[in-house]
């Protein structure tokens, strides 16, 4: 078979197959209108509703059933029908009118507690409760007594376990509000109309689990809680709470906290009688790559269009209006300890050599500081904050007084060792009593929420500090499941082998051989950066040229300088690039909307690495995507911890794992397999999360490849000069064909051209 009809598979549209190949196109993440976005509507008992709950994927179902919601609750439907955003958005809408008072309808505890199961979303309390306690329920008694019998136990040992214990005792489950439709934001929780009108402009229909369950909680905190009876009700109701997220990815955590900030932005602006002109930093949000810190900028700009809270995105040029600390108010060791960079092997973001004199000095040319920005809502990678913060070499050290939210995305990570002493860092320079702390993942480590929760109680021990309860919120299982994707788990006996699975799955020779293709766009990931390049160079000349040619295949790491970065991520976006080779840079947050496929050609390095990896696909409820391992014999050590995540998605998917001979069921990954798999010692998932599998680090196995890059160059330019060869040809008889009354020159042109042929789907 003609290798460029295989590799040229899914470019060129062909009439016969095109019927075909739309009802499966259907099927994939990137084709379509917006698809459902909540992953869970278990059936619940609804009696005091009077209606049952339809199941996830019956759209029109929910539509109607929240419609009817919204009719309890509000006379105007402010997102229905979807306009354009400067339609939608008038400037009429600019000023908040007095808001009229208006009866709010309010659902009652037992409600709210059905809705938030049958969305498998589940409230905790995790600490700030001891000034409440007296307070509690009828299990009050029964916890006191269990807290003294610990505290007489535990009276000599203060291990970091026992006061892990200690807190369980304090966990609290809640029900607050559930956000039934984005109309309550305006009609219920009293949001600006021009940020209604911002969310109306991005035409989601119903919120997300994630949205149902957060907005309310930091949006009013009194009214989510007003008919809930937990101890909480009354510390939330009057300080507001910190706050943990942890959601599937692709879920729209992204607006959850973006809403709340730009709202609090504005609130605050009114009550200080500020004019729009006047900008107070106000929120931070802090990402671990700059990839993700951009897109958040984006969609912050899209909700704050028209209010006049600016969303800027921290670079190093950047002053901020902050307070200069005065020698001593801080010990040199904390400084030294902060301003440290990340650890080996992470792939945190370095400053790159494209910045212009002026943009690093912060000067403009005549040499004078620039004024400082105006801004209200700062997103941020943490060390391009904390430089600033740390004041350079010779500058003094600042903080931040008037930030009232920070904000951490993909929290668990920048909480990790890797990124810990910058964001503490960023975390110390809010000084204010009042600053509340949200976390946001789609993984949360115990450990993680015992360091946030720790620092918390440190903070509300500060004499001008009030209290706050930390309450998480969790939509479906913790930590462990990808729903929506379909799994793969591919052994190969050598790393070559991976190689050729992987071009197999790109462009297989036919279906029988390793099912449908995956089709572009798709990412891959690899364990360093070194090999992401070696693979790059290894796949590049795989698509012919007049498919695009070697600018289908991209790379982007974290050595590239930001502009690069930058294009290379608007190429893949706008459909330009077909396959990205990265390395978990790309891991976490962004949101490429249509990716169908991620290749996971290096195994993660951690069960919570592979949610992340295998969330860039089958985002806000897409269906179709594709996540496949590939792993070896050197990873098989390491292989359980993914096997388990890809067994619980598919348990969330009711994908059955066979259990005997001839019942192999539909799992990637069957049950002999995932019992067969040896389990990780701590130690080894310890040293695999922060260096990733030893052998693929130097030597032989470091490399990709399996041809010299010589030998592919003399490959890709033979193929080339065949081609060029052939079109000269075609033009040939084209001319000559000109004169010929039967159009012999034509056809043969066809004929020709026929040998491609394959650019069918
Ligand atoms: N209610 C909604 N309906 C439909 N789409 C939505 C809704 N909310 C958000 N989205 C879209 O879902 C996509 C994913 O959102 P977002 O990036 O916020 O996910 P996330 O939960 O932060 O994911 P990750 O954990 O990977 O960071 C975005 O394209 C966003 O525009």
Redesign the pocket.
Known sequence: MDILKVLSRGIKSNPKSRAQGAAATAQLPSAGA?PH?QLFHDPVSTSSRGKKRKRRGDAQGDETEHQDDDEDLSDVDYFAPKKPAAESAPAAAEEDPAPKKRKIKLLDEDECRQILRSHRMKFTVLSGLRQTEAAEGPDSKKDKKQQQQQKKKDKDKKSKEEDTKKDDQHKKQIFPQPLTSFAELRTTYDIAPQLAANIAA?G?????E??MGSLPLLLRPATALKKASSAAVDVVGSSGADFLAV?????????SFLIPAIDGALRRRADEGRSRDEHVLQAVVVAPTRELASQIVNEGRKLAFGTGVRVVLMKRSLRLVAEELKGGEESKGEKEEESSGGEEGSEDEEESGEESEEEKTGKDKEGALKPPARVDILVTTPKTLLNFLSGGKSGARKVLPTVRSLILD?ADVLLDPIFRKQTMGIWRACTHPDVALTC???TMASNIEALVTKQLEKRSKRPDSSPRPLIRLVVGLKDTAVPNVTHKLIYTATEAGKLLALRQLLHPVSSADSGPPLRPPFLVFTQTIERAQALHDELKYDIPLEAGGPARVAVLHSSLPDAARARIVARFRAGDVWVLVTTDVLA??V?F?GVNGVVNYDVPTSAAAYV?RA?RTG???RHGGVAVTFYTKDDIPFVKSVANVIAASERQAGKAAGQGQGQEGTAAVPKWLLDALPKVAKEDKRRLKVRGVESRRTGGKASITTKSSWERRREHNRLQAIEASKRRKRQRREEAGKGDKGGGGKAAAEEEEGEWGGLDD
Do not use: N
């Open positions: 917006l976005p991005q989601f229909r119903v919120p997300t994630v949205q959601a599937p990815t692709g879920s729209g955590k992204t607006i993909e946001w993942s789609a976490r947050g949101d909307a992340h969330g985002r806000a409820g």
